[in-house]
């Protein structure tokens, strides 16, 4: 474990600048954007390259010191969270996009390298990264990756591991992995998967090859309205059956209307109990006639409002209560825990009554945003954690909803990954068997208990402890 010289090992091995232990930046590091688990760093370390990174590993081997990947800390899983102490590798120092081959639709960048920032570099070519996380202007492609993220847009497009075609990755000991490269279909590709929504887990990518897609030649945008939650899951259900695939179909519920709607004036029909946001695109004529049904669908189903975006602003304008809406909420109350599950389509409106019936039954608001083409539910229980219980309130509340999307055929995360919030979930999706057949895997790459400690896999030794040690002194 780390000793007195420790930091002074550190910065030979880098810089002073890039090693950073003051109790300020601790505390900054000490979480991600899941509030409810906090876990102190020993020092925070911002390598420039591979190599840089490959360093600072050798030296966590050495010295035995656990380690934690991190981009920008948008993860809503605690996965970024040191959950045994130790050195958090931070990717801020690693930013750069190093190729873009417009030829052959590929790019390879850092892997601190922001999503939204890609699209923009390639956006003068045509081209775009398709997997939108709706954090997608400040989380890094490192963090997409490690939680093979999805975003509104994945419904048609696939996410995040259908766009990784090769990788740079330091492992458990330091050792620089190559694999793929700038095309599909690698003799290596089965081992990306694996590595792709590892959590972090199995090592620290640096670098990555990414496919880039053209711009679709049209984009037809609607907003409709529904006087429940019921009816506009409903239309979505209505809309896949007659084999129409949006390429966005986003369901904001009434919480999130209001929150809007009082943080950015925006308005929607009297009444509405559900905003159903769709979006179709591809050739001219193809997107126009999926929206024209799409539409008609929407009517016979009941809407009470259509809004449909005539130009880009428009378009922006449709869009603002789905990309501002969970920051929106921060109206309502100062702690947020944004669930994630999965559920049949079919099943959406009985689970959306029972995460209601949940949150009043423990004293949360609750509120729902979310990708409802695929399923992937997340509720938003808002509340005070400063408040006696609430801390406790919002995490039994969260298990049981997670368990409801289990008992309906469903999984315990679309996209937001594991990280240290749902641990206990998989004790109740896996077996005993399936969990020790998954430890397998991962021992493919290391047994190592330094390489993010404490994710995903439930049942590791020493986890609790230290968590417990720095939420109660921090309190
Ligand atoms: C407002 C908001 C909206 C969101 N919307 C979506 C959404 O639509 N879809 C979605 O999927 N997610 C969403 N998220 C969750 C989150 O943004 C994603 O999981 C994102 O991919 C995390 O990226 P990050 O750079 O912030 O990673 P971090 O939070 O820093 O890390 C996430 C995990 O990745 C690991 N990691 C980070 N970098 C590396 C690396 N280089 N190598 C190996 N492991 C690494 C960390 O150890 C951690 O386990 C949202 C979050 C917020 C706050």
Same mark, same amino acid.
């Given at each position: ?52 990174? !490959? ?19 948008? @993860? ?34 850092? &892997? ?26 400040? !989380? ?10 999805? @975003? ?50 199995? @090592? ?38 007659? /084999? ?5 179909? %986003? ?20 009444? !509405? ?82 995460? &209601?019936?949940?949150?009043? %039954? ?35 509340? @969260? ?17 937001? /990954? ?58």
């Amino acid at each position: 474990m780390p000793s007195v010289g420790s930091v002074d090992e550190l910065k030979q091995i880098l810089s002073d600048e890039q090693v950073v232990t003051s109790g300020a930046a601790m505390r900054a590091y000490d979480c991600d954007a899941y509030p409810l688990d906090k876990s102190k760093p020993f020092a925070v370390v911002f390598p420039r390259n591979t190599e840089e990174v !490959s360093r600072v590993v050798r030296w966590c081997g050495e010295t035995e010191t656990p380690f934690v990947p991190r981009g920008a800390g948008t @993860g809503l899983s605690g996965g970024a969270l040191a959950a045994k102490g130790g050195v958090v590798i931070s990717t801020k120092g690693m930013t750069q996009l190093l190729e873009l081959d417009v030829e052959n639709r590929v790019a390879r960048v850092q &892997s601190g390298h922001v999503n939204l920032k890609l699209t923009q570099a390639a956006s003068e070519h045509g081209l775009y990264f398709a997997p939108d996380p709706s954090s997608q202007s400040v !989380s890094t492609l490192g963090g997409n990756i490690a939680e093979n993220s999805g @975003g509104p847009h994945t419904l048609k497009y696939g996410v995040t591991a259908q766009h990784v075609f090769g990788l740079t990755m330091v492992g458990f000991d330091g050792e620089v992995i190559e694999l793929g490269g700038p095309i599909a279909d690698h003799p290596d590709s089965p081992f990306i998967d694996l590595i792709v929504g590892s959590e972090g887990t199995v @090592g620290i990518v640096t670098e990555a090859w990414v496919k880039l897609s053209p711009d679709p030649a049209a984009v037809e945008t609607v907003l409709a309205s529904f006087s429940s939650t019921r009816a506009a899951c409903e239309t979505v259900a209505a809309i896949i059956s007659v /084999g129409i695939v949006p390429a966005a179909l %986003e369901i904001m519920d009434r919480k999130v209307c209001e929150a809007v709607k009082a943080a950015f004036g925006l308005e929607y029909p009297e009444g !509405s109990e559900a905003l159903l946001l769709i979006e179709c695109d591809g050739e001219p004529e193809a997107a126009l006639t999926e929206i024209q049904e799409v539409r008609r669908i929407c009517e016979a189903q009941g809407s009470i409002g259509l809004q449909v975006a005539a130009d880009e602003e428009e378009r922006a304008q449709l869009w603002k209560a789905r990309k501002k809406g969970i920051g929106a909420l921060g109206r309502i109350a100062p702690t947020l825990v944004t669930h994630d599950g999965v559920i049949p389509r079919s099943k959406l409106p009985e689970m959306l009554d029972f995460v &209601s019936k949940v949150g009043s %039954e423990h004293g949360l608001i609750t509120a729902n945003i979310f990708h409802a083409g695929d399923g992937n539910l997340h509720p938003v229980l808002c509340f005070d954690e400063r408040e006696p219980g609430m801390i406790h309130a919002a995490e039994t509340a @969260g298990q049981k909803i997670i368990e409801k999307c289990i008992e309906l055929g469903g999984s315990i995360t679309g996209e937001h /990954g594991v990280g240290v919030e749902k641990l206990d979930a998989m004790k109740v999706m896996f077996s005993e068997d399936d969990l020790r057949l998954q430890m397998e895997v991962r021992s493919i790459f290391h047994q190592s208990e330094l390489c993010n400690p404490c994710k995903v896999l439930p049942n590791q030794k020493g986890c609790v402890e230290h968590m417990r040690r720095w939420r109660g002194a921090a309190t």
